[in-house]
Every structure is written in structure tokens, then in C-alpha cells.
């Protein structure tokens, strides 16, 4: 299994944690040289609608490594990041990204949006799109279909 397998699966874990909790299923994880974060959806249990769990890690890594700028750090998600997200991802100059499933509705690489690859930011990262998509997908599906 691959590191981004490894890692993407862990944030699918993460995301089932979320669930359990209320939240939206997407769950992440950051890693940076030898620092690994994790962080869940937390909108819910912090009545917080910028709890993303992107938001949480980007956060949690510019305390923990004394700097804002991420510019070593490969983000794993479950889903297509979504256009505040996008945003965060790009000013914190992420190295890299790697998600599961996609975001037709509000993602911000091709769903909806096209920020993260739009030629007019002032940041370029590698992104990886499609990883461990069907259990990701299927993850959010279920959680969705028994909201409804």
C-alpha cells in the first residue's frame, strides 16, 4: 500500500469518527517532515462553520511548526476541498494534496470551482485527486441518504 493509501485511509477513519459525532464525514491528515496531524469535521461539536477539518490541521501545523507557510506539507482529505478550503490551502502554500472523492456540488478543483488549479493564485501545488474515491464517495453517500 502506497503512502498516500495509508494516509487517506486513516483520514476515512477520521471521517467515520465525525459521523459518529454528528458531523460530516471528511477527515484529514497533514503531514510535514516527521509531524503527522489529524483532524475531523468539527462544525457541530464547535458550532464553528469554518471547523473544516482542512481548516482545523492548517491551523493546528502553523502553531506547531512556527509558521504559516506549509510549503513541505502533503494534506491527505477525503473529499475535494471545498472553495474556503481552497483558499486556506493555497495562502498556507501547500506542497501537496491528495483526496478521495470528488465534490460536483461545492469542490474547488474541477467540482464547482476551479481554485486550486486556476492560473490566478498565487501558489501552485501538486495535487493527487481520485485516491481510495469509491469508499471516500461511498462514505459520504450513506451519511447523506440517511440525513434525507
Known sequence: MS??????RRAIELAGEAER?????????LVSGDLVLEAKNEKE????????AEMLLLREAAQRLGAWRLSEATLYVTKEPC??????????????????????KGGADGGAFDVLRSPKTNHRLEITAGILESEAAAQLQHFFRRRR
Request: contains cysteine; glycine residues 8%.
Open 83 to 104: 472553495l474556503m478550503c481552497a483558499g486556506a490551502i493555497i495562502a498556507a502554500r501547500i506542497k501537496r494534496l491528495v483526496y478521495g472523492a470528488a465534490d460536483p
Open 3 to 8: 503512502d498516500d493509501e495509508t494516509y487517506l
Open 21 to 29: 459525532a454528528g458531523d460530516v464525514p471528511i477527515g484529514a491528515v
Open 45 to 52: 461539536l464547535r458550532r464553528d462553520a469554518t471547523a473544516h
